[in-house]
């Protein structure tokens, strides 16, 4: 059903496209390679993010249900539901990217989330379901803040003939290297002891993020770097 939605919508949208032939593999793979430093930056911005999600609604509440199987009903719901709750949030932030700049936002977003993400993993290692609710709460605010606004940001990071090709393969690897993992090696920190470690890690990867952020302005056809726009 979903798929159908989407093709039907997709159905009135125009090809932004520059006319004339696609580019090839090999015409991709040069504007990649010299579009490296943005591939960089955007594995920064996101890093912090990807690895806030996946800690947040994945790991502490696998870790939560795993001490009381029997809550885990109620923990995966609650999870749901919070995160439910947070989708308006993301059509605001892309409303609010698009009036006041996504750099602008972005940052303030990455900031927002290097507050909140501290109380937040507190009281998600209670594994208490009111500190759960009042944890998942306080991260989804700057996580859905910052994931409507990220796709108002990273294409323009992009020469124009890769741009879908550089958010896709930059967004993927963020996931994949960052997310993802990220709850394997939360696991063995608290397992070696270091019941902090996966809080004191994701905290280490705000400061990336905000400096690959700093290197950017909002320009009047979309983000640039300060080094373009000199």
Request: glycine share 10%; hydrophobic share 60%.
């Given at each position: 059903m979903c798929s159908s939605d989407l093709l039907w919508l997709r159905r009135d949208l125009p090809e932004v496209r520059s006319a004339g032939a696609a580019p090839g593999a090999g015409e991709l793979l040069s504007c990649l390679r010299r579009d490296g430093?943005?591939?960089?930056?955007?594995?920064?911005?996101?890093?912090?993010?990807?690895?806030?999600?996946?800690?947040?609604?994945v790991f502490w509440v696998q870790q939560a249900a795993s001490r009381d199987p029997a809550a885990a009903g109620d923990l995966n719901g609650l999870n749901t539901l919070v995160q439910a709750l947070g989708i308006p949030l993301i059509v605001l932030a892309g409303r609010w990217a698009d009036q006041r700049g996504p750099v602008r936002m972005m940052r303030r977003w990455s900031l927002l989330l290097a507050l909140l993400v501290t109380p937040a993993m507190l009281l998600l290692q209670r594994s208490e379901l009111p500190a759960m609710?009042?944890?998942?709460?306080?991260?989804?605010?700057?996580?859905?803040?910052?994931?409507?606004?990220?796709?108002?940001?990273?294409?323009?990071?992009?020469?124009?003939?890769?741009?879908?090709?550089?958010f896709s393969l930059s967004y993927s690897l963020g996931a994949s290297l960052?997310?993802?993992?990220?709850?394997?090696?939360?696991?063995?920190?608290?397992?070696?002891?270091?019941?902090?470690?996966?809080?004191?890690?994701?905290?280490?990867?705000?400061?990336?993020?905000?400096?690959?952020?700093s290197g950017l302005v909002d320009g009047p056809g979309g983000p640039l770097s300060r080094r373009v726009q000199k």
């Open positions: 430093r943005s591939v960089l930056r955007v594995l920064a911005i996101l890093g912090f993010e990807k690895v806030s999600f996946y800690l947040v609604f609710a009042l944890g998942l709460a306080l991260a989804a605010l700057p996580l859905m803040l910052i994931g409507g606004t990220y796709p108002a940001l990273i294409p323009f990071l992009f020469d124009r003939r890769c741009r879908c090709t550089g960052l997310g993802g993992p990220a709850p394997a090696v939360a696991a063995w920190m608290i397992g070696a002891g270091w019941r902090n470690g996966p809080l004191l890690a994701t905290l280490a990867l705000a400061l990336p993020a905000l400096l690959a952020l």
